[in-house]
């Protein structure tokens, strides 16, 4: 029986990993990937803290910028926790050997550290690594984590929480030979980041971001609070959907349409952004990112992911070129609903921290930059109050049963559907009568799926075993999506009704929703 069990092995569960075993913890981290394979390596722009370093920001000023962003629905005190935690960070990572850009003439090494501004800042307070900042990050403290002896599983799909009575013990995982493995743990920490990839083939996140986590704990007796707040980054590669870094605006680039106009500040809120990109689109004009004024030996320099990307997706030179965008599905603000000390509302024993939580620091809209700053300032604390939870083995087994028998589904076909229905449905605009069907058509897509088995019957290695347990997990989180977004009749910050175009101060709150719900 481990002490702290960690399920995911992102920025999230890693920082979790490391607060709990410098609390003299033996901590075990569980992932259905590699760490350094988790959505955390696909942040580019970078990690906001006020230093101070370009412009005269303070925590203060990064306080207001994150309150007036989320409109009106995050935690004032767990905002300022998480601003507040961000020097203290920034020495921690200085310290393990995070590659962080410079900037010269420094007396102190947080000092030297370079900063942009990302949108919806009022000041300068990106930091970044050029722009592969989550993907240098996330390495740094992997190879932390395996120096004090953190100790890591990959290879194991999470099926579900060891539960009983609203205590957790651990979780159930499916191995690679399609066997049920159980893992006991005195306390559990659920790190499995957010549901982006149920907008398939509209998303800028990995195909395998479903949501597992999220689906768990609702399922154990939790709730998805702010399911229908999902933010759509502004520039995605057309015909791709990879994700360029909004450190490229940060830098000087334009948004220009077909006709050459620019028709939006660039570096306003990403809801702001998204929807005008969305307006432009729909009246029939393409959109592009400009970088042909800025220095190509800046960019070189400073985006040499973002060049390397366009060039390889979209055959442009961005030094040169028009880069040709859309807006897609990117970030979970919703996510499950926790405590200040981040335990999982209904389940003891039980924390949530990163995306797949919702800490309640973003509301209906977060500032690029803010999401890596969460995951690390929380996930530490996470990991040391998971340090000091006890409890007994929870002796219970789950009715696991392979879905070798029935009518053969074909699983790739639903995926697409499900990604095309919620982001026309559910997706920058949405309204009463798209949301009422879109709720109807995912109940019968989970009812094909219920009954349903898949085609591969082998047990080794069933990458098919593997997206059918995730497709059911997306459709379940997808429902809540949609729910959420018909009960919330107004417009605020990601969430965009067209038939509610006005804030409304009767929906100041969260909306919960339990697996009571989704029935």
Not at 9 to 14: E, F, M, N, V, Y
Not at 84 to 98: D, M, P, S, T
Not at 443 to 468: C, F, H, K, P, W
Request: aromatic share 6%; net charge negative.
């Amino acid at each position: 029986m481990v002490d702290v069990l960690v399920i995911g092995a992102g920025l999230a569960g890693i920082s979790a990993a490391i607060g709990a075993k410098e609390s003299g913890k033996s901590v075990l981290v569980v992932s259905k990937a590699l760490p350094t394979s988790s959505q955390s390596v696909m942040a580019q722009g970078g990690m906001n803290i006020a230093l101070g370093n370009i412009d005269d920001d303070s925590v203060n000023l990064h306080i207001s910028d994150t309150l007036k962003a989320a409109k009106d629905l995050a935690d004032k005190e767990m905002v300022e926790r998480m601003c507040k935690g961000g020097v203290e960070v920034a020495k921690f990572l200085e310290e393990i050997g995070v590659p962080f850009s410079r900037i010269e003439g420094a007396n102190e090494p947080i000092k030297s550290i370079a900063q942009r501004k990302l949108g919806g800042a009022s000041r300068v307070r990106a930091c970044y690594a050029q722009d592969y900042t989550g993907l240098k990050l996330l390495h740094t403290l992997y190879d932390y984590a395996l120096k004090i002896g953190v100790e890591f599983k990959s290879d194991l799909y999470l099926l579900d929480l060891v539960s009983l009575n609203g205590e957790v013990g651990g979780a159930y995982f499916l191995d690679s030979n399609s066997q049920v493995v159980k893992i006991d743990a005195k306390a559990t920490i659920l790190a499995t980041g957010g549901y982006g990839g149920i907008y398939y083939n509209y998303t800028t996140n990995m195909h395998s971001t479903t949501g597992d986590g999220i689906a768990c704990a609702i399922r154990a007796g939790g709730a998805i609070s702010g399911a229908e707040f999902v933010q759509f980054h502004p520039t995605a590669l057309k015909s791709s959907c990879v994700l360029i870094s909004e450190s490229a605006r940060g830098e000087g680039g334009y948004l220009v349409n077909s006709d050459g106009e620019r028709f939006v500040d660039e570096l306003k809120p990403r809801d702001e952004v998204a929807r005008a990109i969305f307006n432009e689109i729909n009246s029939g004009k393409e959109v592009f990112l400009d970088l042909r004024h800025i220095d190509s030996k800046k960019i070189l320099s400073l985006l040499p992911q973002e060049a390397e990307l366009c060039k390889f997706y979209e055959g442009v030179d961005i030094t040169k070129e028009l880069v040709p965008i859309k807006s897609v599905a990117h970030y979970s603000m919703g996510g499950i609903a926790v405590d200040r000390d981040f335990f999982v509302e209904g389940l003891n024993r039980c924390l949530a921290v990163g995306e797949c939580s919702n800490a309640r620091v973003h509301g209906a809209n977060r500032l690029g930059g803010n999401s890596l700053l969460e995951v690390i300032v929380f996930g530490l604390e996470a990991g040391k109050i998971a340090s000091r939870i006890d409890g007994d083995r929870i002796d219970n087994d789950i009715d696991f049963k392979l879905p070798f028998n029935g009518d053969s589904i074909n699983i790739y076909s639903l995926k697409e559907r499900l990604g095309e229905l919620i982001f026309k449905k559910a997706g920058i605009v949405r309204e009463k009568s798209d949301l009422e069907e879109l709720l109807n058509e995912l109940d019968e897509m989970i009812n094909i799926v219920n009954s349903g088995a898949i085609r591969d019957r082998s047990t080794n290695y069933n990458q098919e075993l593997i997206e059918y347990l995730e497709l059911k997990n997306s459709l379940l989180i997808a429902k809540a999506v949609a729910l959420g977004a018909l009960k919330r009749q107004e417009s605020r910050g990601a969430h965009f009704r067209r038939d509610f175009p006005n804030m409304d101060d009767n929906f100041s709150k969260d909306i919960k929703i339990s697996f009571e719900d989704l029935q």
